[in-house]
């Protein structure tokens, strides 16, 4: 076993999972694999894990890289944000734009290469990392509608995305302005918007002032806040996704490995409510705890009395508590699900 390393052609025949290597959606997703049950041990600074119960290897890689290497078929799966995958969406979108100007490609190749899409398709949402990318501005300072930074500096690490929303809001203010008779003389019709790539703290950019406006992640606006910074527009919603490439190796593996995600995060969202009732009451208690189906009911061995056990979702299970107490349940109890199966 002279000179091994885990890296090298162990790699064959394995599906390509990829996983974000650090940041927000780090923690959340090695949290999924381990629900799923995909075990495996990763050496220190390596970026690739082979898993030990089944026929995948990790790749860590930043969340905005996992779209490209998902798109263009190198790796199978992966997890990342709908707003990595949106960027990335509308970069390969600006690039074949880019190679129509250019005559590299005729109109009718750029509609049928924007037609197949970037490659990345969605398996499922994932429910975490919830997060709006965000037009900002100072708080205090003179711009106040998304109009008002046209042709000013934006600085953003969604560059693409910045671009496609710039573009559309140029094109409503020309319109607006040719309407009215307005439209400066010598319009180009290209960005007149300088959207600034930075890849990271951002919000930092307008205090020295790199830039006029920025383009960011909101999630508590705790940052935003601190940076004195307000919201005057949202580009995107995201969350975190799993997503695969558009013919990958296994597809029976991406299907199982889906199937027990899909479980994980019913397990994380739902309890288990456990209660004691009159029959007579059943109806009345069903209403209020239907469960994901329909409960399960038991006949106690106490005449007229039923356990009843039911899912519920976690967010509600407080006042659902107190109704079902109202209606005289006895003995309520929330278990924690660790897993489950639909
Ligand atoms: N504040 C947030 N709350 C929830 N999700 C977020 C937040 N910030 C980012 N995300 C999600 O996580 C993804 C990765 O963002 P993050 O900033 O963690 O990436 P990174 O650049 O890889 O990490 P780092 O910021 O540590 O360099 C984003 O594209 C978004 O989907
Ligand atoms: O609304 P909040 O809850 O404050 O979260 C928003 C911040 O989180 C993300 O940055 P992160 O902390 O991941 O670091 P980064 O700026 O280096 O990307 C994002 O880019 C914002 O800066």
Known sequence: ???????????????????????????????????????????????????????????????????????????????????????????????????????????????????????????????????????QVPEKGIYNSPKDLVGKNIGTSFVHLAEKYFAKLEAEVDLEQAQTGDLPAGSTGKLRTKIIELSGSVEAACALGVADGIVDLVESGETMKAAGLKPIDTVVETTAILIKSRNPSNPELVDLIAQRIRGVITAQKYVLCQYNIRRSTLMEATKIAPGKRAPTVTTLDEEGWVAVSVMVEKKRIAPIMDQLSKIGAHDILVLDIKNSRD
């Open 1 to 135: 076993m002279a000179n091994f390393h885990p890296a090298d052609t162990s790699l064959e025949g394995r599906l390509l999972f990829a996983v974000p290597k650090k940041g927000r959606l780090n923690q959340a997703a090695l949290n999924l694999l381990e629900g799923a049950d995909i075990q495996f041990r990763r050496e220190n600074r390596l970026d690739i894990a082979l898993v030990k119960n089944l026929s995948i290897a990790l790749i860590f890689l930043p969340a905005a890289d996992i779209p490209t290497f998902v798109g263009e078929g190198r790796v199978d799966l992966g997890i990342t944000g709908w707003d990595q995958v949106q960027e990335h969406d509308a970069g390969v979108r600006a690039l074949y734009r880019a190679r129509r100007f250019s005559g590299e490609i005729s109109p009718e190749e750029e509609v049928a290469q924007n037609g197949r899409g970037s490659g990345c398709e969605t398996v499922l949402d994932l429910g975490f990392g919830g997060c709006k990318l965000q037009v």
